[in-house]
């Protein structure tokens, strides 16, 4: 199948994960970087496309094979918001403290508190592969009206797992992974590629 692929993200912690859950199937995972492969656009209205739409890029420009995830929280009440805009809901420069401070705020006097962490991967062999391997996860909880935990990034002190008893941040870190909507989505990514490298 192959034993390279490109990671469409700058993001480090992003990179360990991927290299971790990859290795053991002899698939070395090298960053855009690695490759000065400038970021890509993300004009799209889903994480599918958005996801899709990095990995094209990053495969385009290395001719390897190549990985994106596009990932945010969508929550009930506000229609999907903060959904693909999760990074930068409170404008730029992105910020977790702002984008926190502005979901509380959109959700004073809100009784519906249902949201969802999902992730988008997707996996190209080649930049116009017509069967790109995608795999989605989801996580579901309730947004808080006060940040708890101090573990994990982004919208974790808000979002409250009731089976838990626990918000995302304070769950431990290696619990998170599993639980997570991208620990979701690896296994699903896993599964597909486990079952193309058995194939005759």
Known sequence: MFDTVVLASGNAGKLREFTALLAPLGITV???????????????????????GKAR?????????ALADDSGLCVDALGGAPGIHSAR?????????????????????????RARF??????????????????????????????RG???????????LDDLQQSAAELDPALKNMLSHRGNACRHLLERIQALQAQP
Do not use: M
């Open 30 to 52: 090298r960053p855009q970087s690695d490759f000065d492969v400038p970021e890509a656009d993300e004009p799209y209205a889903t994480f599918v496309e958005n996801s899709l």
């Open 57 to 65: 890029h990053a495969a385009q420009h290395t001719g390897l094979p």
């Open 89 to 113: 809901y409170a404008g730029e420069p992105k910020s977790d403290a702002r984008n926190i401070d502005r979901l509380i705020a959109d959700l004073t006097g809100e009784d519906d508190r």
């Open 118 to 147: 999902v992730c988008v991967l997707a996996l190209v062999r080649s930049a116009d592969d017509p069967q790109p391997i995608i795999a989605e996860g989801e996580w579901h909880g309730r947004i808080l009206d006060a940040p």
């Open 150 to 160: 101090t573990h994990g990034f982004g919208y974790d002190p808000l979002f409250w």
